[in-house]
């Protein structure tokens, strides 16, 4: 047997862990909000979306243009890196795939960028096949700019920074790059089923 | 936004408790040897792992206080009621009891002494920690570096590390702190008495133009509200670094 944290107990055990929660988080019910500097507010007259780098044709949209696509209703379980996990959260946007239809590109990687200017780098296969969205709405309610609205990305099976907030745009990459968090040695992947907090988990 | 590439796999590591310290009736500070430990910037934090008998894990984070060329590493914990890892490190733990931690982690949230001043530093309850371990280390460093703490508390007695805070403004070094007190008051108290807002933070921070380094930690709504403040004051959002204290799970 390894390390034992003497006298320590933590929570009643007397029902099994949720297995929808994964390893070293545990559950919580309101909503924390954790953000690197102070919360963007951009109008929505000014608001667009773009799909570029690697890529054919680049792509925008407007605000008004962006939420005339066809949206999703989707309810998935989040983890942050800070240890807590929601479970069941319920939001509306457009799938990623829906923005990427009609893209040329050889490009394998992503980079999310924001207002603000906080960026995060994520595989394209990992916001393509129904995996991501850019999520306007939280609970049925327009997602709060503390939570990162207007709009922010939404990819629930990664840890929850690479979700960026105050999203403008997907920057195609040939090659991974560190984002924000990834330079400071959060994981280039951050899968929570493998703990891939940090760089080297 | 650019930060220096740390690329160095964080092992968990086995603390010993040496000391601890109650800073106030819910705070308290604990003093760690860690062997082996890489050394950390003023602002960083560690996560924290707890485990029982039977194998269940708990992990948590906690911004270190002390300064990076302190001997021991100093976590100050405060504790929640219905939380399960601050009431453990907050109570039950003693001096030579064992832990297990890995870091540092983060490097956006942190001050050097290169990156000089003014500061401008916004705390709430025990989100005093990170911005501790940064007047501990511009204390220790040669020339004076303009520095003002505003510090928002429930009362004179939740005020973590007063009595320091007090000896390092009497050094004379250029520290100004501005306690505010947001429940109770003693009879006579001198100072502010409400919660952190716009026309206080254009009271006591440098004015834009000056270009303050400013660092806010405390919960949500006092981070979302005066890092907004500061911004509508003409701060440069660029110059503003926030970090967040909940009562989450704790």
Same mark, same amino acid.
């Given at each position: 047997?390894?390390?034992?944290?003497?006298?320590?107990?933590?929570?009643?055990?007397?029902?099994?862990?949720?297995?929808?929660?994964?390893?070293?988080?545990?559950?919580?019910?309101?909503?924390?909000?954790?953000?690197?500097?102070?919360?963007?507010?951009?109008?929505?007259?000014?608001?667009?979306?773009?799909?570029?780098?690697?890529?054919?044709?680049?792509?925008?949209?407007?605000?008004?243009?962006?939420?005339?696509?066809?949206?999703?209703?989707?309810?998935?379980?989040?983890?942050?890196?800070?240890?807590?996990?929601?479970?069941?959260?319920?939001?509306?946007?457009?799938?990623?795939?829906?923005?990427?239809?009609?893209?040329?590109?050889?490009?394998?990687?992503?980079?999310?960028?924001?207002?603000?200017?906080?960026?995060?780098?994520?595989?394209?296969?990992?916001?393509?096949?129904?995996?991501?969205?850019?999520?306007?709405?939280?609970?049925?309610?327009?997602?709060?700019?503390?939570?990162?609205?207007?709009?922010?990305?939404?990819?629930?099976?990664?840890?929850?920074?690479?979700?960026?907030?105050?999203?403008?745009?997907?920057?195609?990459?040939?090659?991974?790059?560190?984002?924000?968090?990834?330079?400071?040695?959060?994981?280039?992947?951050?899968?929570?089923?493998?703990?891939?907090?940090?760089?080297?988990? | 936004?650019?930060?220096?590439?740390?690329?160095?796999?964080?092992?968990? &590591?086995?603390?010993?408790?040496?000391?601890?310290?109650?800073?106030?009736?819910?705070?308290?500070?604990?003093?760690?040897?860690?062997?082996?430990?890489?050394?950390?910037?003023?602002?960083?934090?560690?996560?924290?792992?707890?485990?029982?008998?039977?194998?269940?894990?708990?992990?948590?984070?906690?911004?270190?206080?002390?300064?990076?060329?302190?001997?021991?590493?100093?976590?100050?914990?405060? &504790?929640?009621?219905?939380?399960? $890892?601050?009431?453990?490190?907050?109570?039950?733990?003693?001096?030579?009891?064992? %832990?297990?931690?890995?870091?540092?982690?983060?490097?956006?949230?942190?001050?050097?002494?290169?990156?000089?001043?003014?500061?401008?530093?916004?705390?709430?309850?025990?989100?005093?920690?990170?911005?501790?371990?940064?007047?501990?280390?511009?204390?220790?460093?040669?020339?004076?570096?303009?520095? &003002?703490?505003?510090?928002?508390?429930?009362?004179?007695?939740? $005020?973590?590390? &007063?009595?320091?805070?007090?000896?390092?403004?009497?050094?004379?070094?250029?520290?100004?702190?501005?306690?505010?007190?947001?429940?109770?008051?003693?009879?006579?108290?001198?100072?502010?008495?409400?919660?952190?807002?716009?026309?206080?933070?254009?009271?006591?921070?440098?004015?834009?133009?000056?270009?303050? %380094?400013?660092?806010?930690?405390?919960?949500?709504?006092?981070?979302?509200?005066?890092?907004?403040?500061?911004?509508?004051?003409?701060?440069?959002?660029?110059?503003?670094?926030?970090?967040?204290?909940?009562?989450?799970?704790?």
């Amino acid at each position: 047997m390894g390390f034992v944290s003497r006298a320590f107990q933590g929570r009643p055990r007397d029902q099994p862990r949720d297995a929808r929660l994964p390893p070293g988080q545990y559950l919580v019910r309101d909503f924390p909000v954790l953000s690197a500097g102070p919360t963007p507010h951009t109008s929505l007259d000014e608001w667009s979306f773009s799909i570029e780098g690697e890529v054919d044709a680049e792509k925008h949209w407007s605000w008004e243009e962006l939420r005339a696509l066809r949206s999703e209703t989707v309810t998935r379980d989040i983890h942050c890196v800070t240890e807590w996990s929601k479970l069941d959260t319920t939001w509306e946007g457009i799938s990623v795939d829906t923005l990427l239809e009609g893209v040329e590109t050889a490009a394998d990687y992503v980079m999310a960028f924001c207002d603000g200017g906080y960026t995060t780098n994520l595989p394209l296969d990992d916001v393509t096949g129904g995996k991501a969205w850019i999520a306007f709405a939280f609970d049925g309610q327009p997602l709060e700019s503390q939570h990162g609205g207007p709009a922010r990305l939404l990819v629930p099976h990664l840890y929850f920074w690479k979700s960026a907030k105050w999203v403008r745009g997907l920057r195609l990459m040939n090659e991974d790059s560190p984002g924000f968090w990834e330079t400071y040695g959060y994981h280039m992947y951050g899968d929570p089923w493998q703990e891939q907090r940090y760089s080297g988990d | 936004m650019a930060g220096t590439a740390l690329q160095r796999r964080l092992i968990w &590591r086995t603390a010993e408790v040496v000391d601890l310290i109650d800073e106030t009736p819910r705070a308290r500070s604990l003093a760690l040897a860690v062997p082996g430990w890489p050394g950390q910037l003023a602002g960083q934090h560690v996560d924290v792992r707890l485990t029982a008998e039977d194998g269940y894990q708990a992990e948590r984070s906690y911004s270190i206080a002390s300064a990076p060329a302190g001997e021991l590493l100093t976590l100050t914990v405060e &504790r929640l009621d219905d939380g399960e $890892v601050s009431p453990y490190l907050a109570g039950e733990l003693r001096a030579g009891d064992k %832990l297990e931690l890995r870091g540092p982690i983060g490097g956006y949230f942190v001050w050097e002494v290169a990156l000089g001043g003014p500061l401008l530093l916004v705390a709430g309850g025990s989100g005093i920690c990170p911005l501790m371990a940064m007047l501990r280390l511009r204390q220790a460093a040669a020339g004076a570096i303009a520095t &003002r703490l505003l510090y928002s508390s429930r009362s004179l007695e939740d $005020v973590i590390f &007063r009595d320091e805070l007090d000896r390092l403004v009497a050094t004379g070094s250029g520290l100004e702190v501005i306690h505010t007190l947001t429940r109770s008051v003693p009879e006579g108290w001198p100072g502010l008495h409400r919660r952190i807002d716009t026309a206080m933070l254009s009271a006591i921070a440098w004015p834009p133009a000056e270009r303050p %380094l400013i660092f806010i930690c405390g919960p949500t709504p006092l981070v979302e509200s005066a890092a907004g403040s500061l911004v509508n004051l003409g701060h440069e959002p660029a110059r503003i670094k926030t970090e967040r204290f909940g009562p989450t799970g704790g």
